[in-house]
């Protein structure tokens, strides 16, 4: 694809051209949920633009994403790994969402890493929560990922955020993994031009996928707070943009990656 492909405007394709796309990264089983996804993705994602940032000739990569709904955390990635012909793209999730009939099969086959940081709800299910909380942990397995050349992706509000007109702080996970091993961040905004006040998990969404970002010459020791600061703050303002969302600095809190 040319460096002018990359500024076109892509709409889901048509049915029958779906159903024929070629996966050659996945088995067949597979394939078939990640077309079964996108046909569902149809209704709701109206465009992408900039799908050439990740390709899979940029591995490894690490996609930071605006989260206002619970549909675009399986619409989006799933699109992502159609475009990319199967090769996926390992996004952090929830634990207490493989416990969904449904949901937690697409996680485990996507192979998503899974954050044990929240509570589940009925809270009775937390009794569960242990099963999921198996070494070495959702930053330290993000990097296993992206050192052997797999990219990743988090959303980095860290939960669902319905507000048409501002992101939350975010936590700073995208970018210590990003100053830890030197891996370019691709920052990714969704809109939703249709919505009236708070966004909908139906709202039909646009999708910017913005050009990668290069973190500052990574050292062998761990990040500081004020780098780590300074870096969530470059990714943010970049999300900020393309989802057409404010985001106040001034609102950092010190919680860890």
Request: charged share 20%; aromatic share 8%.
């Amino acid at each position: 694809m040319s460096p002018a492909a990359s500024e076109q405007v892509w709409q889901p394709p048509a049915l029958g051209e779906l159903l024929r796309w070629g996966l050659p990264a996945q088995n067949t089983l597979d394939a078939w949920v990640v077309r079964g996804l996108a046909l569902l993705a149809r209704q709701q994602v109206l465009t992408i633009s900039g799908l050439d940032h990740i390709r899979a000739v940029h591995d490894p990569f690490i996609v930071a994403i605006n989260h206002s709904t619970r549909t675009e955390s399986l619409l989006v990635p799933a699109l992502m790994v159609l475009y990319r012909g199967g090769r996926l793209v390992h996004f952090f999730a929830d634990w207490n969402f493989r416990l969904v009939p449904g949901i937690g099969l697409i996680y485990r086959r996507a192979q998503t890493i899974t954050v044990t940081r929240k509570s589940a709800k009925p809270a009775f299910l937390n009794v569960l929560k242990p099963l999921y909380m198996k070494p070495p942990g959702a930053l330290s397995s993000a990097r296993l990922y992206l050192e052997a050349g797999h990219s990743v992706g988090i959303f980095p509000e860290g939960t669902v955020n319905r507000d048409p007109q501002r992101l939350l702080p975010g936590h700073r996970g995208a970018a210590y993994l990003s100053l830890a091993t030197g891996t370019p961040v691709v920052p990714v905004g969704i809109r939703f031009p249709e919505a009236d006040g708070r966004i909908g998990d139906h709202a039909r969404m646009e999708v910017e996928i913005g050009a990668p970002l290069a973190p500052p010459q990574p050292n062998s020791r761990r990040p500081t707070r004020a780098e780590l600061t300074g870096w969530h703050a470059t990714l943010m303002g970049e999300i900020s943009r393309l989802a057409g969302k404010a985001w106040n600095p001034d609102t950092i809190t010190g919680d860890q990656p």
